[in-house]
């Protein structure tokens, strides 16, 4: 029973790590930045249909499978996001704030629109199934798997962790903020803000993508189901739970607003009666959207927040 | 190519463009584009729906059909309230959100984003409320009539062109020749010179608000007509309803009916030429397309 429960809580923590991966790669966009990002979900679908596509074994009816390590997944499906950020942010970084968050939006339609449609990529509506999982040999026992996977996930956000908290504290990191504080001092120092947005958005982004190849290969199968403006709204509410512009506050934030939800989701299956599941499953969307309005309107700093730099002490927001 | 897509189009440009016009002067007064714009249309259909029932439970004898059409009395009497009741659900939600944020003087994405909340609040609670099964005004089905030219429609649809006419009609008389129209330039001009000059920047900014919404709500129950009800009604129109604001240009009341019917018309053809699984591509394409080749749309003023 209680080895039981250690497996459930692996199973738990390590899918709480992969939206706190989403939820760094958010947070270099959104929190050191600026950039506002309403299609968190297509940037994670196209890292994990890539990453899917490039390691599943050949199958008959579905053009690839390239039978490729898990490692060449995950590279490729941060790549092809990080690509596909690129593009959006080369579009629209230029124009105003709001233009980029439009067309993120529209990009989340379009990639769920691809991924349901281009049934011989992506297998359509049933999806992509029998993805490899990393430690398949040890699958036979649950709880070995499970802490193999918590610990190779906990590595990779200790990593990307570290290494985002090196990026902000650089020089490159300091113009990062000197921008979104004060965009024309930064100008006159000589500092190209479009240059530097467009590298945050494209870092952020190719972080969405490891994410996204990470959490397919973990559960082995993925469908466009699991790419819905929902899981946008999720990876939102986390990081602003957590705290905006703090690495430590996007990985709390995670793992607190999962647990929330996946308790809420347990209770909902366990006291309402199935005919008003549906019912339910709505309610706890609701929360999920007044909680980020309170956050807004109470606390816009979230749990941990960013130290203040000197910069903001004498800031004059700009719109 | 069938001809009949330029009326599907049409019918569907009509709607986008009315959307659209909310679009288009939230963000030219309020300056921040509102991703809960799309649930204006839905919560508009919807309490069409809830107040057309309960009409049509008082007297039976309002849901009879009056002559072409499919609906009865209810509707029409229920479409008004409902307008009335959207725009009371715009200027509450500018009272607790909002305006709030606005009084903050944060940055403009804070709103985009509390904009973002209160839309997936909103659409959950109208699932919450109705469940997400699709709804309907009416029974009943309707013959549609050849109007020459390898073209039909039924009255309905031609009803609801005819509506969209005499409403974008009355808008734009409204905001180029009332004094309050008058104020609403000078304010999306600019708003503190505006204030200087007299002009109550509150009044007119929840002017916009209801304006906006009265638009959605009248835009969501003909949707809510011609197709069906569904939760999502509003959101899955949020896409186009952005490209048309965009297409014509922020600001621009004719450029956003314009490019409403644009978008619609595109949106028929491309369901003629490639197929109906891609229609909801085409807006994020003619998006890209102006964002790439004229940011500021059709009418609008350089940035």
Aim: aromatic share 8%.
């Amino acid at each position: 029973m209680s080895l039981d429960l250690v497996a459930y809580g692996a199973f738990f923590l390590t899918m709480a790590l992969t939206y706190a991966v989403m939820c760094l790669g958010l947070n270099i966009q959104w929190g050191q930045t600026g950039l506002f990002n309403v299609g968190i979900a297509a940037f994670v679908a196209i890292g994990a249909y890539v990453s899917a596509i490039l390691t599943t074994p050949d199958t008959p009816d579905r053009l690839g499978g390239f039978d490729l390590p898990i490692a060449v997944g995950w590279l490729g499906g941060a790549c092809a996001a990080g690509v596909a950020a690129w593009f959006v942010g080369a579009l629209t970084i230029r124009l105003r704030s709001d233009y980029l968050a439009i067309a993120t939006f529209g990009v989340a339609v379009t990639v769920q629109l691809c991924v349901l449609n281009l049934q011989p990529l992506t297998g359509g509506p049933f999806g992509i199934g029998f993805i490899p999982r990393p430690f398949n040999s040890l699958a036979g026992d649950p709880l070995a798997f499970g802490l193999a996977n918590l610990a190779l996930m906990a590595a990779l956000v200790l990593v990307l962790y570290l290494a985002l908290q090196h990026l902000a504290k650089s020089p490159w990191g300091r113009v990062l903020r000197a921008i979104r504080e004060d965009e024309v001092a930064a100008q006159a120092l000589g500092k190209r803000p479009i240059r530097f947005r467009l590298q945050a958005f494209t870092i952020g982004g190719a972080i969405m993508g490891l994410a996204g190849a990470a959490q397919g290969h973990f559960i082995g199968f993925i469908a466009p189901d699991n790419y819905l403006p929902i899981l946008t709204f999720q990876v939102w509410a986390m990081l602003i739970v957590g705290g905006s512009g703090n690495n430590r506050g996007a990985i709390l934030g995670a793992i607190i607003v999962w647990g929330i939800w996946a308790l809420s989701a347990a209770a909902v299956s366990a006291f309402v009666p199935p005919e008003q599941q549906a019912r339910a499953a709505a309610l706890q969307i609701v929360m999920i959207g007044v909680g980020l309005c309170l956050i807004l309107l109470l606390r816009p700093r979230g749990l941990v927040g960013e130290r203040r730099s000197m910069l903001s002490l004498g800031r004059g927001r700009k719109s | 190519m069938n001809p009949q897509f330029i009326m599907d189009g049409l019918i569907a440009g009509a709607l986008i463009g009315l959307g659209a016009i909310g679009v288009t002067l939230t963000y030219s007064i309020l300056r921040f584009a509102n991703f809960a714009h799309g649930e204006f249309l839905s919560w508009g259909a919807y309490l069409a729906l809830a107040i057309s029932g309960s009409i049509g439970f008082l007297s039976a004898n309002l849901t009879k059909p009056i002559a072409p059409f499919s609906f009865g009395w209810s509707l029409p009497i229920a479409a008004l309230l409902a307008v009335l009741l959207t725009g009371v659900l715009a200027l509450a939600l500018d009272a607790v959100l909002f305006g709030r944020l606005r009084s903050r003087g944060g940055a403009v994405i804070i709103l985009v984003m509390a904009s973002f909340g209160a839309s997936l609040a909103l659409r959950s609670l109208l699932e919450f409320l109705f469940t997400s099964k699709p709804a309907y005004y009416t029974k009943a089905l309707q013959i549609a009539v050849r109007l020459g030219g390898g073209l039909r429609a039924t009255p309905d649809q031609l009803l609801v062109l005819g509506v969209t006419l005499v409403v974008v009609i009355a808008i734009h008389l409204l905001l180029t020749r009332s004094e309050i129209g008058r104020s609403m330039r000078a304010v999306s001009e600019n708003p503190a010179l505006a204030g200087i000059a007299g002009i109550d920047v509150r009044r007119i900014i929840r002017f916009v608000w209801f304006i906006g919404a009265a638009l959605a709500c009248i835009a969501g129950i003909m949707t809510g007509l011609l197709v069906q009800i569904r939760p999502y009604l509003g959101h899955d129109l949020l896409l186009p309803l952005f490209a048309a604001a965009i297409l014509g240009g922020i600001g621009s009341v004719p450029g956003a009916m314009i490019a409403g019917l644009i978008v619609g018309l595109s949106e028929a053809a491309a369901v003629q030429l490639v197929g109906a699984e891609w229609r909801a591509a085409v807006s994020f394409v003619i998006l890209v397309l102006v964002l790439l080749l004229r940011p500021r749309g059709l009418f609008g003023r350089p940035a």
